[in-house]
Nanobody, 122 residues
Framework: VQLVESGGGSVQAGGSLRLSCAVS????????MGWFRQAPGDEAEGVAR????????LVADVVKDRFNISQDNAKNTVDLQMSSLKPEDTAIYYC?????????????????RGQGTQVTVS
């Protein structure tokens, strides 16, 4: 399974960014998809997760009402829409995937992950 993130960049506080994750390989077996982030010196933090079968979504309280996760099964992509960004959202954002069912694993513990994309909010 290969995961490739795109869409990161620099934005001013209050702005928006949309991250996209292209998934290839054994995509049918990935029941869990998610995003997590890690800032320098900090531990990884789960941001959002989606159950690829049932579509149930879990978003971390710290970004709730600002971030949303969605998937496009036809395109094999998982997106993270981020709005009202704050400087504390600055981090490397990683896409993650896991075959476990039901999808009860936190994003930063998922089996597969991408290389990450930098998000900087000033």
């Amino acid at each position: 399974v290969q995961l490739v993130e795109s869409g990161g960049g620099s934005v001013q506080a209050g702005g928006s960014l949309r991250l996209s994750c292209a998934v290839s390989g054994f995509t049918d077996g990935m029941h869990c998809m998610g995003w997590f982030r890690q800032a320098p010196g900090d531990e990884a933090e789960g941001v959002a997760r989606i159950d690829s079968r049932g579509g149930s979504i879990l978003v971390a309280d710290v970004v709730k009402d600002r971030f949303n996760i969605s998937q496009d099964n036809a395109k094999n992509t998982v997106d993270l829409q981020m709005s009202s960004l704050k400087p504390e959202d600055t981090a490397i954002y990683y896409c993650a995937a896991d075959p476990r069912f039901p999808c009860d694993v936190i994003s930063h513990s998922m089996t597969f992950r991408g290389q990450g994309t930098q998000v900087t909010v000033s």
